[in-house]
Every structure is written in structure tokens, then in C-alpha cells.
């Protein structure tokens, strides 16, 4: 064999590889399960009880963000029914921490510490309630009481070496009657920012309650990710 | 000794021939950048067009991409401070 037809014979064997590599089902990408805090973990008979009722409806919420919302991450153990930091009593609000995954902007950074709280609420918050209560079951329950969205972003990249990024996060707590009553129409978003307690957070940092003055914002159902596939089977509504 | 040198020609070959299909500076390019956050208010994520097909994106490219240009780990709060099990 000649070296002529030897690399016409490796240009055949690629393009054969080539093409068993474009007809071969794709892979099937799966959102990880640790994402859901296991019904073990929880420390209360009500909360282990409500991670079992809504095992289903937790994996199907993790589905749909890791699909869907491909520029956020949740983050591991987040998804559950958690209470409170410093609350009294078992109140158990269904719970969903993400990592909103941006390049610092100059822009952004300018903004008060509230001003991007309230824009972050604005765009995520709303989306996120009609998610976690997509399986009508998880709102009816009576022993569900309210809602937490924690949503992170990224403040500060290292700027020299051995430096560590610092995150904002803020801690939204909703009321299950406020959040069933806007999920209605019944109340607008800039009511459940009024009745919803707000905390935020630099790095790790309390900085305590925050204001926030929020507005209907669409970001999540008309943001497309460029050139984004969803996987074969996946739908997003 | 000369059959040898074929082999290692076929398979290098097509390795190259099937590494040119499935990667590219464009590819390249958006796994180091895959996030884009433009004046505050749109974020988007970055793919530059090749000259030929759109790139498909697919949510084990973000995943991968994700992996390979972490920042490191974050000084931020934790779970613990805001929720209880």
C-alpha cells in the first residue's frame, strides 16, 4: 500500500466514523438527582413526609429547570421542603436554590445592592413559583406553607491569582397564600415583593432585609439560549 | 515495519479528520466563554457562528463548559445560614 492510498484510506475510515458519529443517537444528558435533598436527610416527620408525597414533583421541577433554564445551576440538596432559618414552629416552605450563571457587567455592578436584588426578583421569582407548582398536589397540601427562592450570582470575579469569585445571593420567603393567590392572578408581582420577606447576602455576609421594587418580567419564557438544543423527548412549556 | 507506519497513518488520520468535525476554534472559543451578561439587562450565551452550519448546543455542552471554566470556589453563603432540614 502506498502512502498515497493509505491516507485515502484513512480519509474513507474518518468520513465512515464521521458519519456512525452524526446517525448515532445522541447522548441522553440527565439532571443530577443530588440536586433534590433525600428524604432521609430531613430532620421533622412533616418534612420527610411531604420529600416523599412530592418525590415526583421535585424531580420533574429539577427536570424542567436543568432542560429548560440551561444558563442557571441548581445547586446540590437544594431542591426540598425546608424551613426557615430561625423560624419557630415546623413551617415547611418548598425551597429552590440557583446559580444564575452571567459574566459580571460594569452595568449591573453600578446598580445598589436592592436595585439588583429587585431586578433579579423581577425576572426570576415569578418564573420560578409557577414552576415549583406545576403539579397542582404540591400547593394543595395542606401542610406545605409557603415558598423559598434563593437565587446567586456571581459579583466579583478573582481578580488575581489564588482569589476566590464572590457571590450575591438573595433569600426570598413567600407565604403559601400569597404565592397561591398571585399563581391566580389575583395579586400582582409587586404585592408578593411587599408581602414576601427578602434577605440578602454578600458573599457571606448578612446584610439583612432588603426593599426590593419589582416589575412583570418576561426574561425566562422568551430568553433562548443561541443555537440550544433540548435533548430528544424534552419539551419546555 | 512499513505496515506499521500505515496503521499508525490510518488511525492518526482519521482521528484528525473526526477531531476537525466535532471541535474548532469557534467551540473552543465558547467553552472558555460560555456566559455573557450585555449592559445589565440581557444575558445570553455567546456561540460564534462558523462559517458553515449554526453550532447545536446541548445541555451536556453547557454542563462541560460549565466544568472547564469554573471559577473557582465561591465565597458565598451557605445553605445552612438561610434554610434548616
Known amino acids: 500500500?502506498?502512502?498515497?492510498?493509505?491516507?485515502?484510506?484513512?480519509?474513507?475510515?474518518?468520513?465512515?466514523?464521521?458519519?456512525?458519529?452524526?446517525?448515532?443517537?445522541?447522548?441522553?444528558?440527565?439532571?443530577?438527582?443530588?440536586?433534590?435533598?433525600?428524604?432521609?436527610?430531613?430532620?421533622?416527620?412533616?418534612?420527610?413526609?411531604?420529600?416523599?408525597?412530592?418525590?415526583?414533583?421535585?424531580?420533574?421541577?429539577?427536570?424542567?429547570?436543568?432542560?429548560?433554564?440551561?444558563?442557571?445551576?441548581?445547586?446540590?440538596?437544594?431542591?426540598?421542603?425546608?424551613?426557615?432559618?430561625?423560624?419557630?414552629?415546623?413551617?415547611?416552605?418548598?425551597?429552590?436554590?440557583?446559580?444564575?450563571?452571567?459574566?459580571?457587567?460594569?452595568?449591573?455592578?453600578?446598580?445598589?445592592?436592592?436595585?439588583?436584588?429587585?431586578?433579579?426578583?423581577?425576572?426570576?421569582?415569578?418564573?420560578?413559583?409557577?414552576?415549583?407548582?406545576?403539579?397542582?398536589?404540591?400547593?394543595?397540601?395542606?401542610?406545605?406553607?409557603?415558598?423559598t427562592v434563593i437565587l446567586e450570582w456571581m459579583k466579583q470575579v478573582p481578580r488575581g491569582a489564588g482569589d476566590r469569585p464572590v457571590h450575591e445571593t438573595i433569600a426570598i420567603f413567600i407565604e403559601k397564600s400569597v404565592a397561591v393567590d398571585y399563581l391566580a392572578g389575583a395579586i400582582p408581582i409587586t404585592e408578593v415583593a411587599a408581602k414576601a420577606r427578602v434577605l440578602g447576602f454578600d458573599g457571606e455576609t448578612p446584610l439583612g432585609p432588603l426593599r426590593v421594587a419589582v416589575w412583570d418580567d418576561n426574561f425566562v419564557s422568551t430568553f433562548k439560549v443561541s443555537n440550544y438544543v433540548l435533548e430528544p423527548g424534552v419539551t419546555c412549556g | 515495519m512499513r505496515s506499521v507506519r500505515l496503521r499508525w497513518l490510518l488511525v492518526g488520520g482519521a482521528l484528525l479528520a473526526v477531531a476537525g468535525c466535532a471541535t474548532g476554534e469557534e467551540w473552543a472559543t465558547w467553552k472558555a466563554h460560555p456566559t455573557h451578561f450585555a449592559s445589565g439587562e440581557h444575558m445570553f450565551f455567546s456561540v460564534r457562528n462558523s462559517e458553515g452550519s449554526p453550532p447545536r448546543v446541548t445541555r451536556q455542552d453547557i454542563a462541560l463548559a460549565r466544568d472547564e471554566g469554573w471559577w473557582g470556589k465561591p465565597i458565598t453563603v451557605s445553605q445552612e445560614q438561610i434554610l434548616e432540614r
Open chain 1, 1 to 147: 500500500m502506498s502512502v498515497k492510498s493509505a491516507l485515502a484510506a484513512a480519509l474513507a475510515l474518518a468520513c465512515v466514523m464521521a458519519a456512525g458519529h452524526a446517525v448515532a443517537a445522541p447522548p441522553t444528558a440527565v439532571p443530577p438527582e443530588d440536586r433534590l435533598l433525600p428524604v432521609e436527610l430531613y430532620t421533622t416527620d412533616k418534612a420527610k413526609t411531604l420529600g416523599a408525597t412530592h418525590r415526583g414533583a421535585l424531580r420533574a421541577l429539577n427536570a424542567t429547570i436543568y432542560h429548560c433554564m440551561p444558563w442557571v445551576e441548581t445547586q446540590k440538596h437544594s431542591i426540598g421542603f425546608f424551613r426557615p432559618k430561625n423560624t419557630t414552629g415546623d413551617d415547611r416552605y418548598l425551597s429552590i436554590r440557583i446559580f444564575i450563571e452571567q459574566d459580571p457587567s460594569p452595568e449591573f455592578a453600578r446598580f445598589r445592592v436592592e436595585e439588583r436584588a429587585s431586578a433579579m426578583f423581577s425576572r426570576y421569582v415569578g418564573a420560578m413559583l409557577r414552576r415549583m407548582t406545576k403539579d397542582p398536589a404540591v400547593a394543595a397540601d395542606a401542610t406545605l406553607d409557603g415558598f
